[in-house]
């Protein structure tokens, strides 16, 4: 396994003192189902905030929180260090879980590029 590619338990936002920088923070981006928001750390960290609110099924709100978590292992070397957190801000629409595994992996993927873009120097 690519150890670049990994996800450690480092790699995590866990407590509330950790997430509230981060929300407060800058927000790097905002899509149909997600809101991106970002603060300088050491390392590139991921906190998830899915909601019973937005995602009333529990399946629902496991398979987002996999998604962003597997999308972010994926391009956690290319991003630059911070607290960067996922926030469902909308209602999930009404579709198959396939399909919303698919468009929330699109916008995840398009909010992590990003952030990944405007971070980079020059």
């Not at 469902?88 to 993927?109: F, G, N, V, W």
């Not at 398009?110 to 120097?121: G, M, T």
Request: charged content about 25%; glycine content about 6%.
């Amino acid at each position: 396994m690519n150890p670049r590619a990994s996800f450690p338990g480092t790699a995590r936002l866990r407590s509330p003192a950790e997430f509230a920088p981060a929300l407060k923070g800058r927000r790097l981006a905002r899509g149909a189902l997600f809101v991106l928001s970002m603060a300088p750390s050491a390392q590139p960290r991921l906190g998830l905030v899915v909601g019973k609110r937005y995602a009333p099924l529990s399946v629902s709100r496991a398979a987002l929180k996999r998604v962003a978590r597997e999308a972010f292992r994926l391009r956690r070397a290319e991003l630059p260090a911070g607290d960067y957190v996922f926030r469902l801000h909308a209602r999930i629409p009404s579709c198959s879980l396939t399909e919303l595994k698919r468009q929330a992996r699109q916008e995840i993927d398009a909010h992590l590029a990003r952030a990944a873009k405007a971070n980079r120097p020059g």
